[in-house]
């Protein structure tokens, strides 16, 4: 079929460009990886809350003795319903948005490059979310009399202690933070896991 197409001496010596230059596949992909990414920070905000809150966790209040004369993981809290707050306005796709460029030939814009940066961003707190309900995790073990972690969980938990040491006042907890996301991105947690009870999937 091709052949006799070349072969119609009115397409001889004529040359068509075609190509598909949109980006609107990738900028889909980027809205709806950062709305299931915000998703895991909200979900994620709501376990902290749990932790923190006596009157559901049984716990000291904020995780930290004198919680009267310390704010204990208070802060830590809030940091992270400001970061699910802040996705959750992110999450708002980019890719439903246009505006025509070069003298109205490109009369259709995909907005990926908008989509990938918003998604590098909710990306960034979601490992910040996720930092902090660790630390939040690993102090109310410390609290817990009559609580007995499984094997993986402990592993998890004495991994963070090496580098993170229980809250007994208050501290800058960025630097906790920081620290968490590290123990995060570099893998030592889920290494450390996975060493004891076997590969996650």
């Known amino acids: 079929m091709l052949l006799d197409v070349f072969l119609h001496t009115d397409l001889i010596n004529k040359i068509s460009n075609g190509g598909n230059f949109h980006g609107q596949p ?40 004198d919680a009267g004369l310390n704010s204990g993981m208070m802060i830590a809290q809030y940091t992270a319903a400001a970061l699910v707050s802040e996705n959750k306005t992110l999450s708002h796709p980019a890719s439903v948005d246009s505006i025509p460029t070069s003298a109205n030939k490109e009369d ?7 989509a990938a ?32 972690a499984g094997k993986g969980t ?27 996301r590290r123990l995060l991105r570099d893998g030592l947690i889920l290494s450390a896991v996975e060493e004891r009870i076997g590969i996650l999937n």
């Open 117 to 148: 940066r918003k998604c590098k961003q909710v990306l960034l707190n979601v490992e910040n979310v996720i930092a902090i309900e660790l630390l939040c995790a690993a102090q109310a073990l410390d609290l817990f009399t009559n609580c007995k």
């Open 26 to 65: 990738i900028a889909l992909a980027m809205d709806f990886l950062t709305i299931a990414l915000s998703e895991i920070a909200n979900i994620s905000e709501r376990r902290i809350e749990r932790l923190v809150n006596p009157l559901l966790s049984g716990l000291p209040a904020f995780l930290v003795k």
């Open 108 to 114: 259709h814009v995909s907005m990926g490059s908008i």
């Open 154 to 180: 402990m592993e998890a938990y004495s991994t963070i202690r090496q580098y993170i040491t229980h809250l007994d006042t208050d501290r800058i907890l960025s630097e906790d933070i920081d620290k968490m």
